[in-house]
């Protein structure tokens, strides 16, 4: 029988740690929500390898340690509403309700909402949304932070609007070469990046960049 708490602890000690992962909160998210549970079940023997997961046509997972350090930057709190774009089979969505009040988490692709719900079953904190990942979730808005759990190169606007006072979005960002993890905020109505480090991540439908041409 595989002993998946032992490969937990490998992926936090070999993978995260040594990434720079340092916040306590975030480390005790990765030991403790169980990654085999959230990745399809012939996949469940190689969810603690540094790779990512595939969960459906065009979706994956990102890396355990590019997960975390991006956890790590979007800093979330315990008194905050977070809103988690691309659920995926929810397991960004059973971290991060372990470090915030409430997760919204929306997914796109009816048959990873519905294996995400099941997941999150015990979950009080832990809502699942249907819909087009651009959207958001207006009516569960505000949120504090938007956590995009996969790399975007253009559509914010949309997720920008349902920002808190102060609010911050933090993803991937995938327009520029090589991708940044950046931290997005509002400023005088203008949504502003502040790159923090290299990160590429697979990407998000709907958050493809818009290229303009000219006749």
Not at 92 to 111: F, K, N, Q, R
């Amino acid at each position: 029988m595989t002993d998946f708490a032992r490969l937990r602890t490998g992926m936090v000690d070999c993978q995260i740690r040594v990434a720079d992962v340092t916040d306590h909160r975030v480390l005790g998210a990765f030991l403790t929500v169980e990654r085999e549970r959230f990745v399809p079940e012939s996949r469940r023997g190689l969810a603690y390898l540094d790779t990512r997961t595939p969960l459906a046509p065009g979706r994956a997972t990102m890396e355990p340690m590019t997960l975390a350090k991006l956890v790590q930057l979007a800093d979330p709190q315990p008194a905050e509403r977070a809103l988690l774009v691309g659920a995926g089979l929810g397991y960004t969505a059973a971290l991060l309700a372990e470090l915030v009040a409430e997760v919204v988490a929306l997914e796109s692709d009816p048959e990873l909402a519905a294996g995400a719900r099941a997941a999150l079953a015990a979950l009080p904190n832990v809502t699942i949304v249907e819909g087009p990942l651009p959207d958001g979730a207006p009516a569960e808005a505000p949120f504090d932070l938007i956590f995009c759990d996969g790399a975007v190169s253009d559509g914010l606007d949309r997720l920008a609007r349902q920002l808190a006072p102060g609010g911050r979005i933090v993803a991937p960002w995938g327009g520029v070469r090589p991708g940044k993890a950046a931290v997005f905020r509002l400023n005088g109505g203008e949504l502003s990046a502040a790159p923090a480090f290299d990160a590429s991540a697979p990407a998000l439908p709907g958050f493809e960049r818009i290229e303009a041409f000219a006749l």
